[in-house]
């Protein structure tokens, strides 16, 4: 079973990176869209049109992507998801829960099979009990380092948007992931993903720093850290579940 978490990229770059991984875009078996906004729905509706993937997402992600691209809709697959749920497809189960974003309904997912547990949380002002709680037994974290604080409040974005960006439904901040990496941060991860992180308010020298550090003060198990990029895909990890060496029983993470 084969999904695709966020289309923010146009469908033609979607399709050249999942060649660079030898997946053809017709082996996707669903995409999950966490909220509507452009950088993480561009391609969506065209990928999903073209290759008659079914689209998963929240009725207010879904409204919201459809008014932004009106009628690209058409001959859509739409399946609807409800935070606080779960959806089979498969032998994968899809954890849904709510995320603290200015978005329609936005939310985070669990993708899960067996012991093995892979969770994608972006766009988040803070780390709150329901994304706190969805977390636990993952074994794979992809999660956001999206800005330095003190880089956003020196930086030239517009005050609105420093505030927009900085509350506590904006996105999260070296600081604030931090703080939960070295608290909360569930025993099990062994893999962690640096995501969103932004080209004006951060540098991937600060997040990775600041990441260490805080799994440093944690203490073991330490989760090897992997940073993802606006201009390429990282490296592709194939997980397994813990005490077991089956290919077949891993999961394909692409983060693009």
């Known amino acids: 079973m084969s999904v695709l978490i966020d289309v923010g990229l146009a469908c033609r770059e979607i399709e050249r990176r999942l060649g660079l991984f030898g997946v053809p875009p017709g082996a996707i078996h669903a995409l999950l869209l966490s909220h509507e906004h452009h950088d993480h729905s561009r391609g969506a509706l065209q990928f999903a049109r073209k290759y008659r993937?079914?689209?998963?997402?929240?009725?207010?992600t879904f409204r919201g992507l459809t008014a932004r691209y009106a009628g690209k809709h058409k001959d859509v697959e739409w399946l609807r998801l409800k935070a606080n749920r779960s959806m089979k497809l498969g032998k994968l189960t899809i954890?849904?829960?709510p995320t603290p974003h200015?978005?329609?309904?936005?939310?985070?997912?669990?993708?899960?099979?067996?012991?093995l547990r892979f969770s994608?949380?972006?766009d988040i002002g803070h780390v709150s009990p329901a994304v706190e709680e969805a977390l636990r037994g993952s074994q794979a974290i992809l999660i956001e380092s999206n800005h330095d604080a003190d880089m956003?409040?020196?930086?030239?974005?517009?005050?609105?948007l420093k505030q927009r960006v900085g509350s506590r439904s904006g996105h999260l901040s070296n600081e604030a992931l931090a703080r939960y990496l070295e608290r909360r941060l569930p025993m099990s991860?062994?893999?962690?993903?640096?995501?969103?992180?932004?080209?004006?308010?951060?540098?991937?020298?600060l997040a990775l720093a600041s990441c260490?550090?805080?799994?440093?003060?944690?203490?073991?198990?330490v989760p090897r850290v992997h940073l993802t990029y606006h201009d390429r895909p990282t490296h592709l990890l194939r997980l397994r579940e813990p005490g077991?060496?089956?290919?077949?029983?891993?999961?394909?993470?692409?983060?693009f």
């Open 102 to 115: 200015d978005a329609a309904e936005p939310v985070g997912f669990a993708l899960h099979q067996g012991r």
């Open 152 to 160: 956003l409040r020196q930086g030239p974005y517009p005050d609105s």
């Open 189 to 205: 991860v062994r893999h962690l993903f640096l995501a969103h992180i932004s080209r004006t308010n951060n540098h991937q020298s």
């Open 53 to 60: 993937t079914p689209l998963l997402a929240t009725e207010g």
């Open 212 to 221: 260490r550090e805080a799994l440093r003060k944690r203490g073991d198990p």
């Open 95 to 97: 954890d849904v829960f």
């Open 244 to 255: 077991r060496a089956e290919v077949s029983n891993a999961q394909r993470v692409l983060a």
């Open 120 to 122: 994608h949380v972006t």
